[in-house]
């Protein structure tokens, strides 16, 4: 049988898909770490019962009637949350994570240097523990088997790529679990940012 030789240039173009696929920031049900802000709140449908729930962000004065603390649209971080109108007010709305609604949730954008708008980079769902099996065995099929960590009553589940990270927190004494979806350099650039202004405060105390 003649072997056929594939041009190094070709192997690598037929590489590339996949593995820059690979390194793409991981999505909640298509809702993608790094989307703007903008595109979020004009483009993306809510994750979240019942139909047509929007976003509501701690920017907008009627978070307010969630709970959140009403905050400047340049604030360091932006908070926002599903939610829908009914005759008493905006009430919280609750994301659907793995086929049931969360007990809560959180979508967290900043704005690193360079940045037009805020960008998604963090995204926290607590679930009933009870799903929490369930929703690691959903994840690792998408991507991977990720690594497991027992410590302290504490079992943590990690999937990992160059640009974000998934982890799977549950406590077997308690009812409830917690999936965060992370996009590491906002949360690096966050906390160093943080650290600094930390520093700055002691050196401007008297």
């Known amino acids: 049988m003649k072997r056929i030789l594939l041009p190094c240039a070709l192997i690598a173009a037929l590489l590339l898909p996949a593995a820059a696929r690979a390194q793409q920031p991981y999505d909640f049900r298509g809702l993608r770490l790094g989307v703007p802000l903008d595109v979020f709140r004009r483009?993306?449908?809510?994750?979240?019962?019942?139909?047509?729930?929007?976003?509501?962000?701690?920017?907008?004065?009627?978070?307010?009637?969630?709970?959140?603390?009403?905050?400047?649209?340049?604030?360091?971080?932006?908070?926002?949350?599903?939610?829908?109108?009914?005759?008493?007010?905006?009430?919280?709305?609750?994301?659907?994570?793995?086929?049931?609604p969360a007990r809560d949730h959180v979508l967290r954008f900043a704005a690193m240097p360079g940045d037009a708008t805020p960008r998604l980079y963090r995204m926290s769902f607590v679930i009933d523990a009870r799903m929490a099996d369930d929703l690691g065995a959903a994840l690792s099929s998408r991507f991977g088997a990720g690594r497991v960590v027992r410590a302290n009553g504490y079992r943590t589940r990690r999937w990992e790529n160059a640009t974000s990270s998934i982890t799977l927190e549950a406590n077997g004494a308690s009812a409830t679990a917690r999936v965060i979806y992370r996009l590491k350099a906002y949360e690096t650039w966050l906390r160093e940012t943080e650290d600094t202004w930390r520093l700055a405060a002691l050196h401007d105390t008297p």
């Open 43 to 100: 483009e993306e449908p809510a994750r979240a019962t019942p139909p047509l729930s929007v976003a509501l962000c701690d920017t907008d004065v009627e978070a307010a009637a969630l709970g959140m603390v009403l905050r400047d649209p340049h604030s360091l971080t932006i908070s926002c949350k599903w939610a829908h109108r009914d005759e008493a007010g905006w009430q919280a709305s609750q994301a659907v994570v793995d086929g049931a």
